[in-house]
């Protein structure tokens, strides 16, 4: 008789009631049969029916399959923002672990790994490399280029260096030196056919300068933006960069040194890949050149400038004084323009029109009712006669090294703005009021000896505009406060 009823359920969940219903059938299909009949259509079903079940519980498995991943991969994204707790104590999120790890770029050049190395980075002296190495694996080399006794100099570098045997030319003392020219050249072992290199070069100047304004404008020039640059003083600097020499990239660190009226430039060139076996060598034959013949000479010569009894300075002769007061000895001042270039008659020089520069110096007798708002006051009426109002603070103010002869030095830089009103002209068409060009930088250095105070203000176009004429000017402004005296009271 047929059997009803009968279910179970076993591990595989509906599998097992597959397994069981397969059973039913076979057993009821039996029950109907009588015995001895042919049971070969009944095996063929069968197998058709185990087919359809398979297909069927394949296509659950995978349903089930992906729902399961669907499940982890949401769980893993919650994992990140929720931290989970195991045995009541709270686990660490696997993003926050990961997120710390800084990885390399990929596809990055040994060029742009290069630059993010060292990028600000603190140049090596070569001062960490031991006492015994040093004498043992480098020498000393001497050298008068040319026979010329002011550019001799000396120099430490590798046992195995050589210096280069390039011709020679022109008799001692014959070289201008017009353009910076290469005055030795050594060279160290080939590395894959390139070979590390030191030079030495020389230019004469034509203005005063400083190291660092000489070093960027030779960065300029070639179109190099240095990673990492260190000023020494005002007459030597140096730069790490990466430039192209005959079609191969190197690694070079250059030094940058004012001699007299020349500028020395020693520069350390090694393959771009092998920079950090030799970057404590660099630092140390960069820091051991010496020149051993100083100059007293100066691209420019110096004049002095003496207002009343009140105070002195140097200034260079291309500053032209205008505007002296000399009527007290209270609150004397003078002023110095430096003109343009341009064949420009004398009555418009004067009146202002046409300058690249102007220095105005302030000086008071410290007294009962000055104090700092009287030479802001000072300085901002006298930069609103010519159209110019101070605003926005470049660089706050900050004390700088003191002179034997000043108690205090500060100095603040600021932006200054050209008033905007409408341009006018005289015949032919000049403009003499030119707005398209309204900001200025605005340097205020006060020196303080106790007995008297004096102002010293450059304006001068930003190094933005014109970074050759703003350095320019910046030079002949700091030789002024560099030789700047104050009268000091005697009772």
Do not use: C
Request: hydrophobic letters at 40%; aromatic letters at 10%; zero cysteines.
């Amino acid at each position: 008789m047929p059997l009803y009823g009968l279910q179970t359920r076993g591990r595989g969940g509906n599998v097992g009631i597959m397994k069981m219903d397969f059973l039913i059938k076979f057993l009821n299909s039996l029950a109907k049969k009588p015995a001895g009949e042919d049971k070969a259509p009944v095996v063929e079903r069968q197998k058709d029916e185990i087919a359809a079940q398979k297909a069927k519980s394949a296509k659950e498995e995978k349903i089930i399959f992906l729902i399961l991943a669907a499940v982890v991969t949401l769980g893993y994204l919650g994992y990140a923002a929720i931290p989970e707790k195991v045995d009541g104590e709270s686990v660490i999120p696997l993003a926050q672990l990961t997120g710390n790890i800084k990885t390399q770029p990929r596809n990055e050049t040994p060029e742009q790994q290069f630059r993010r190395e060292n990028k600000n980075v603190p140049l090596s002296d070569g001062s960490t490399i031991p006492a015994e190495i040093v004498k043992s694996r480098t020498r000393q080399f001497r050298q008068v280029p040319f026979g010329d006794k002011e550019l001799e100099y000396e120099l430490r570098l590798p046992i195995s260096w050589g210096q280069s045997k390039f011709a020679r030319y022109g008799a001692p003392g014959a070289e201008k030196y017009d353009v910076l020219t290469n005055i030795d050249r050594y060279f160290g072992p080939s590395i894959e056919d390139e070979r590390p290199f030191f030079w030495v070069e020389v230019e004469k100047l034509d203005r005063l300068s400083m190291s660092a304004y000489y070093m960027d404008m030779y960065f300029i020039k070639r179109g190099i933006t240095p990673e990492s640059v260190k000023i020494m003083d005002s007459d030597r600097a140096e730069a790490l960069y990466v430039d192209v020499r005959n079609y191969s990239t190197f690694a070079l660190r250059s030094q940058f040194i004012i001699h007299g009226d020349r500028v020395i430039v020693i520069t350390f060139g090694v393959p771009l890949t092998d920079y950090k076996s030799y970057k404590d060598i660099m630092g140390l034959a960069l820091n051991s050149f010496k020149l051993l013949n100083p100059i007293n000479r100066t691209p420019e010569p110096f004049e002095t400038y003496k207002l009343l009894n009140i105070l002195s300075f140097n200034y260079l002769p291309r500053w032209l004084p205008r505007n002296e007061n000399r009527t007290s000895s209270l609150n004397p001042s003078v002023e110095f323009i430096l003109p343009t270039e341009l064949n420009l008659a004398p009555s418009q020089l004067m009146k202002g029109q046409q300058i690249e520069g102007l220095i105005l110096v302030h000086a008071w007798r410290n007294r009962p009712g000055f104090n700092r708002q009287t030479i802001e006051q000072t300085i901002i009426q006298r930069l609103a006669m010519g159209g110019l109002k101070m605003k926005d603070v470049l660089q706050p103010e900050k004390n700088l090294s003191d002179k034997k002869d000043t108690t205090t030095i500060t100095q603040a830089i600021y932006i200054g703005l050209v008033d905007q009103s409408p341009p006018t002209t005289e015949e032919f068409g000049i403009v003499q009021n030119d707005s398209a060009f309204p900001r200025q930088e605005v340097w205020v250095t006060v020196l303080d000896n106790g007995d008297y105070t004096a102002a010293v203000t450059l304006v001068t176009w930003p190094q933005t505009k014109n970074y050759q004429q703003w350095a320019a000017n910046v030079v002949a402004y700091k030789t002024i406060l560099k030789s700047l005296k104050l009268r000091k009271l005697v009772f």
